[in-house]
């Protein structure tokens, strides 16, 4: 399971945005088979950013999000993806943060019965720059 | 013979209520069980499906979790998946939601003013899912002729 970002933050009003593009390539099993048995009708994939800022212990904000059906190949190998929601800190806490950390995770629905949720392994950590970018080439 | 069977209506609704009473204060939620009411949701759960809850105090709320909450004010549960967290060192927690199959977060469902949910609005987190069982409750809902005829329909059987 492997991604790669690259990323810059821009100030709008007062909160800190982030911009984050990223690569994903993973396999999801459960042990040797494939996830999707009998009783999986979907996962519902997301990939999301936790952090720790001054103004909050902890940050987790959900940048992408897929809908996987039971049929479709449980190989990702995606390039160059944008995030799909708006990277705001509640603050001003991305700026000069090291210790971002993006980790793909699913939550397996089932025809019928309990709804459990799987952090993927592997996870990334991405530091973001000391200052603020003023044009937003996104 | 007529004291017997309205005692024993009795026991039965008794029982009843007594299961209900216990199961909320086993998951900790005052709503246990609900039913889903729209497509917000889907393809995960669709209208009519029934959702086991639990809602344990000491039970993070964290991004990706299925909750279903109440807006100040409003009485109908929404069951939609949180994306954004922001928690303090205090324990003190705000938290966004979007369902599934909407285009946009839940922002616009929200009180006016407000921008986050917090933990004294969630009713619950969903644990399990049932498909369809709901049905009938929606049907009520959307029938009450149907629902006095449930009704009678039931009290005949239980007498």
Known sequence: LRK???DFTGPRERSDLGFVTFDITADILNGKNSIFDWNVKQLFLYLSAEYSTKNNALNQVVLWDKIMLRGDNPRLSLKDMKSKYFFFDDGNGLKGNRNITLTLSWNVVPNAGILPLVTGSGHVSVPFPDTYETTKSY | ?????????AMIVSSALMIWKGLIVVTGSESPIVVVLSGSMEPAFHRGDLLFL??????PIRAGEIVVFKV?????????RVIKVHEK??????FLTKGDNNEVDDRGLYKEGQNWLEKKDVVGRARGFLPYVGMVTI???????????IQTFGILALV
Do not use: A
């Open chain 2, 139 to 149: 049907i009520m809902n959307d029938y009450p002729k149907f629902k006095v005829c």
């Open chain 2, 72 to 80: 100040e004010g409003r009485d109908i549960p929404i069951v939609h």
């Open chain 1, 4 to 6: 790669n970002v690259e």
């Open chain 2, 89 to 94: 060192g205090n324990g003190n927690i705000k």
């Open chain 2, 54 to 59: 639990t809602n344990f105090h000491d039970d």
């Open chain 2, 1 to 9: 013979q007529l004291y017997y069977q309205v005692l024993n209506f």
